[in-house]
């Protein structure tokens, strides 16, 4: 087997590099180690921050790549590389015209989304960030079920995909528009389940990979899924192909002019876990369990150095877990229940360590040495606003107590008992909340001070959207734990996305993409969508690189 461009991993930096070498007039194979494509993007949220988007001009955002280059400099300070950075910011706005006019993929302005950096100077509260236009999944025909499927525990519950954009109307619930708003999207969900066996309405990341396979099927893309990469072939310092089982055979294919790698990183290898992962043992990764650092490796095996120490080795995320009966394990990422008023984190003495609204809570985790820990509400919280695997409402309390993924108590005391937290001490942090809540000032940690922690907080809550009274039992608790979303170490690149050897220059025919790159940002992300959009944007570069345009 023979092409001109190899490319490992089938995510958004994958399939972008391999679209942008096929439309150079390339032959492409791209091969996945899963047995469907999309890669860490299709289980993902897409958002993708570029500064001075076309959608961000088209609002008259007032922005600019100068101050949007301060401001990632003020973050990542004195281990930016300044040449990595300027192409990642020169190139993102170029990537999204060039999507436009090439593929299937569309972007709109998300809703306000604050830099997570609110004070360092250029942070900006709305415009750097794009969110992927929902897709029709239909589009796609015989290919849609080569798509990987949502992660119901995310953002597809019972199958159902939801949107950003659907939040506004889940709030007003239950308003007879929003009612209405809704049905159609249950209505259709239901035709296709019974159809297709899946939703064919695609949002959030699943529709970014749905919209980027298209794209590269249209462009003569050939895609090989179940094809996991043994390792690189190299002739006189050159790469020159890979080794993959393909159809359960060992096969050696040749690429003319480089190798792509865009695994998705090392978050389910146990061993890199380790070396790289504070508190590896209890880690809790809601990344694919394919992504194990076969890129980084095989580009180590070729000679690759990894990149410069980061400030952290991974975007972190609080993550609860439960095993189904099926053996298969649930994984929630508490990225908006924890930021509600009336929920608080303690540790095993009952006390709050931290603000639950902030981003940053893992660190909080590790800094403490509370890992575990558990979070705590009451039984009027988790029907309003749903807690980790128990969606608004509250219909799925009585099946978590059951499996014991979330306990309960109808006083904090028995709550306490349950989770083995000292008692006085979580009674004495309520009271201490129960009595800042009523001034709507989080004394001890600030949750809510910030627009960032306000923008996923409750607005109609008032005076604090992210700060409440734990109020009256029963309460509720569910075990939380450090995670990530992306690993940010990785191989070094040059601005081209070529792959450094030992030797300070770049190995011939190697380029990387993605998360098996070491973090444009050291590790330190500026925003929201920090994930994916460098993804994309390096995959872009890479693909233009091996294509010599």
């Not at 035709?191 to 003569?220: C, E, F, P, V, Y």
């Not at 099926?326 to 540790?347: Q, T």
Request: net charge neutral; proline share 5%.
């Amino acid at each position: 087997m023979q092409y001109d461009v190899v490319v490992m991993g089938s995510g958004a930096a994958g399939l972008t590099a391999a679209l942008v070498a096929a439309k150079a007039g390339n032959t492409v194979a791209v091969l996945e180690k899963a047995n469907h494509f999309g890669g860490t993007t299709a289980i993902s949220g897409g958002g993708i921050w570029i500064p001075v988007s076309p959608q961000a001009k088209a609002e008259g955002v007032d922005d600019s790549i100068e101050v949007a280059r301060n401001y990632v400099l003020g973050v990542v300070g004195n281990r930016a590389e300044r040449a990595l950075i300027d192409a990642y910011l020169n190139n993102g706005p170029e990537m999204i015209e060039w999507l436009a006019a090439n593929s299937e993929t569309v972007f709109q302005i998300s809703p306000p989304s604050s830099d997570w950096y609110p004070e360092v100077s250029g942070a900006v509260d709305f415009g750097r960030l794009l969110a992927p236009s929902e897709y029709d999944g239909k589009k796609l025909g015989k290919n849609f079920d080569r798509l990987q499927k949502p992660r119901q525990e995310f953002n597809a519950p019972g199958g159902m995909m939801i949107d950003l954009f659907d939040l506004p109307y889940i709030a007003k619930l239950p308003s007879p528009g929003a009612l209405w708003y809704m049905a159609k999207i249950a209505i259709r969900f239901a035709l296709d389940k019974r159809k297709l066996g899946r939703g064919s309405r695609l949002t959030m990341g699943n529709a970014l990979a749905g919209r980027l396979l298209h794209s590269a099927i249209d462009a003569g893309v050939d895609l090989y899924e179940a094809t996991p990469v043994e390792g690189l072939v190299t002739a006189d310092g050159k790469v020159t192909g890979v080794r993959a089982t393909v159809k359960g055979i060992s096969s050696e294919i040749a690429a003319n002019k480089g190798v792509i790698l865009a695994s998705g990183g090392f978050s389910a290898n146990a061993e890199m876990r380790k070396a790289y992962i504070p508190f590896a043992q209890q880690h809790v990764s809601i990344l694919p369990y394919e992504n194990t650092g076969d890129g980084i490796l095989s580009a180590q095996s070729a000679g690759a150095v990894m990149g410069a120490e980061n400030h952290v080795n991974a975007v972190w995320a609080v993550v609860s877990k439960r095993t189904r009966a099926d053996g298969y394990i649930e994984r929630y990422a508490h990225l908006i229940d924890m930021s509600k008023p009336g929920c608080i984190a303690v540790n095993t003495a009952g006390q709050r360590f931290g603000n639950e609204a902030s981003v940053h809570f893992v660190e909080a985790m590790h800094a403490t040495g509370t890992v575990p820990a558990h979070i705590i509400a009451n039984a009027k919280f988790v029907k309003k606003y749903g807690m980790g695997l128990v969606l608004p409402g509250g219909g799925k309390i009585k099946e978590m107590v059951a499996c014991g993924y979330m306990k309960t108590g109808a006083t904090l005391a028995e709550l306490a008992a349950q989770i083995g937290v000292d008692a006085a001490g979580l009674e004495a942090t309520a009271a201490k909340v129960n009595a800042d809540a009523a001034t709507g000032k989080d004394r001890q940690f600030g949750k809510g001070d910030s627009q960032i922690d306000i923008e996923i907080g409750d607005p109609k809550h008032m005076p604090n959207a992210c700060f409440g009274p734990l109020g009256d039992g029963p309460y509720y608790a569910i075990e939380i734990f450090p995670g990530d979303g992306s690993t940010t170490v990785g191989v070094k690149i040059d601005d081209q996305c070529r792959v450094i050897g030992q030797n300070g220059a770049p190995i011939a025919g190697l380029y990387a993409a993605g998360l098996d790159a070491n973090s444009i940002w050291q590790g330190k992300s500026p925003a929201h969508g920090c994930n994916v959009g460098p993804a994309m944007v390096t995959g872009y570069i890479a693909g233009k690189s091996v294509a010599g345009i």
